[in-house]
């Protein structure tokens, strides 16, 4: 049992052939991918990929090199628009939508590659991920009226509160391209969280980290889960954190799922060792 985890996570049912954390099951989840599919010219990179996350689920997607993760996050977000299926988000079909407007739905994300504005300064990269929330207009903006003013003055008491759930708050003025590498990743998750999602997908979080690091960043996506009362959705190489904090997690090979279940399952299915537990490689 993980350190991370009070008890064994039970994954029951939800009406679809998904299952989700018991605790979620009065809900419906957060997110349900159903027969998502997409084509790149005459190759299908994702096919038939069925999954639905709970409320408050930490879940995780592996799989070996070139199976497809990343490109179901780029689905998820609307990088690239499904050749077929349907991606419901609290309910609601994102069809056709943007990946602005999935954003502002509930979506964020970070990526393999860091994305940050490397010449500005770390709370000015909180604030662009509080962009979905900023209360006043261009002309205010101009202006520098009173409403801008306030709406600064919140932003900016936001963006140190969450810049302390990393211990990142003394860092503000400094530019995001001088940190560490681990702490570029750190403040990536943070602008993400700024957006204000109900489900977060990390991408890789821990590429790059330490071991000390990497188990720091566990009992901080615990903390997220646990603060925010949001799902996660993390791929990762590291197989201890994974199996360490996911509570249901799907295997993609191929572009297929080939395997779902809590991390118990998982690591002892036939399949799935065969596919990528038991060749000692991680994408």
Partial sequence: MSKFQKEPTKLVPVPSTNKIPERDVDKSPILEARHLGIDFGGLTAVNDFNMAIGRTEIAGLIGPNGAGKT????LLTKVYQPTRGTILLDGHDTAGKTTVQVNKMGIARTFQNIRLFSNLSVEDNVK???????????????????????????????????????????????????????AQRRLEIVRALATNPSLLLLDEPAAGMNPSETAELMENIVKIRDTFQIAVLLIEHDMSLVMGICEGIAVLNFGQIIAKGTPDEIQNDPEVIKAYLGSGKGE
Avoid at 71 to 74: E, G, P
Avoid at 128 to 135: A, E, R, S, V, Y
Avoid at 161 to 175: H, R, T
């Fill in 71 to 74: 490109t179901v996050f780029n």
């Fill in 128 to 182: 662009i991920g509080l962009h979905n929330h900023i209360g006043y207009g261009l002309f205010s903006g101009l202006l520098r009226l009173p409403n801008y003013w306030k709406e600064e003055k919140i932003a900016h008491e936001r963006a140190l509160e969450l810049l302390s759930i990393f211990d990142m708050q003394d860092l503000a003025n400094a530019k995001a391209g001088s940190l560490p590498y681990g």
